[in-house]
């Protein structure tokens, strides 16, 4: 199993789900608030018929041409634009309604609604900043209406027996609840969804420490810590285990002769070669370059097999032909062989016996096995 190794490749991932999530919601909000002001924006300037006609409809007509421009450039625009028009366009509805109907218009909900979609593109303080100063606003448009200052553009029994109030204070309240709730499912599935894309990039990258790119099996830091885990479990368990080091004969002159792509398939097929030939419960590793590593143990039930016959083992499956591109490919190996000691043995000192072991090989001829013992 190949895997890609490119860890900014992978965080670069999370942040285009990011991007991508971010600009769903952002373009959810602007759908949803054209919607409400092409059913609203009439509702509420049909108050002009009964009550006169009223700086605030200029607003709330002004605000609908923007949403609709919006609506139509969202997938041109980026993301703090379109949120920034919307907040602009609601903010300013807001304090329209807040000093013109006081308590019964929809002020207090825009700003509420502006607050919450500050909250979609802003920092925490300047979300706190918003929704201060439209508390600060309703207060003084209470105090307004209170004191007298302010006063509404008609009887309040009148006000309150219109339909057309009534018809925008309905629609306007349940259409801001059903875009609140589309954008907060809307990130509660971005949540699961990065939750379920870290879990994945998380796994892969513990794969990446411990195994190796190219062939998939373990790595050299992987192989130190079973090696090591098995030398402290040995006594416990009144076990044997065994360590083989194999080093490639004639790889350098296939990597220099038919390219390092053909070099990566024969060390894939020496991988899988060598798979083949253990059981389940054993180690195979690659730890260099064109050296790979097989620890044996006699945990389960199958006994530990012959050092030397496995060892021989060894050497036909490495030495097997492998096909590459109408060409054969071929390389020995010399293996250095090693029992696991029971008592103050670890990975380095059998490596280091395994190591020499397999370099005495090499300097008899190649392609062979010794073992050493501790």
């Not at 108050?47 to 450039?73: E, N, T």
């Not at 402290?232 to 792509?261: E, M, T, Y």
Request: charged share 15%.
């Amino acid at each position: 199993m190949t895997i890609d190794s490119s860890s900014p490749t992978r965080y670069r991932a999370i942040g285009d789900v990011l991007k991508g999530e971010a600009e769903r919601a952002a373009n959810h909000l602007v759908v949803g608030s054209t919607i409400v002001a092409c059913v609203g924006v009439p509702i509420s300037v049909s108050r002009a018929f009964s009550f006169g006609w009223s700086v605030v409809y200029g607003i709330h007509i002004a605000g609908l041409l923007a949403m609709l421009l919006i609506c139509l450039l969202r997938h041109r625009l980026a993301v703090r634009t379109k949120l920034g028009v919307v907040l602009t366009i609601a903010s300013g509805v807001s304090l329209s309604a807040l000093f013109n109907t006081g308590i019964y218009g929809n002020g207090a909900l825009w700003g509420a609604f502006s607050v919450f979609v500050a909250s979609m593109f802003l920092q925490r303080r300047s979300i706190v900043m918003i929704a201060a100063g439209f508390l600060g606003l309703y207060l003084l448009s209470g105090y307004g209406f209170i004191s007298g200052r302010l006063s509404l553009p008609a009887d309040p029994m009148l006000y309150l027996q219109s339909p057309a109030v009534w018809g925008s204070a309905i629609f306007g309240s349940f259409f801001f609840l059903v875009l609140i709730i589309i954008v907060y499912t809307n990130y509660q599935a971005t949540t699961q969804h990065l939750i379920l894309e870290l879990e994945t990039k998380t796994k892969q990258l513990a794969m990446m420490a411990d195994h190796d790119s190219l062939t998939g099996l373990p790595n050299l830091r992987s192989a130190t810590a079973h090696t090591d885990a098995i030398i402290a479990r040995l006594p416990l368990a009144d076990s044997s285990a065994a360590l083989f080091f194999i080093d490639l004969d004639g790889f350098k002159a296939i990597n220099d002769r038919h390219g390092h792509d053909a070099g990566d398939h024969l060390l894939k097929a020496v991988a899988a070669a060598l798979l083949g030939i253990v059981r389940s419960g054993d180690i195979v590793a690659r730890v260099g370059g064109d050296e790979f590593l097989i620890l044996l143990t006699d945990f389960g039930e199958t006994p530990l097999p012959d050092l030397e016959k496995f060892a021989q083992r060894i050497i036909e499956a490495v030495g097997a032909d492998v096909r590459y591109q109408g060409q054969v490919l071929k390389v020995g190996a010399s293996v250095g062989v090693t029992p696991l000691g029971k008592e103050r043995d670890s990975y380095d000192a059998a490596v280091k016996r395994a190591d020499s072991a397999m370099y005495q090989v090499k300097n008899a001829g190649r392609n062979g096995y010794r073992v050493a013992h501790q």
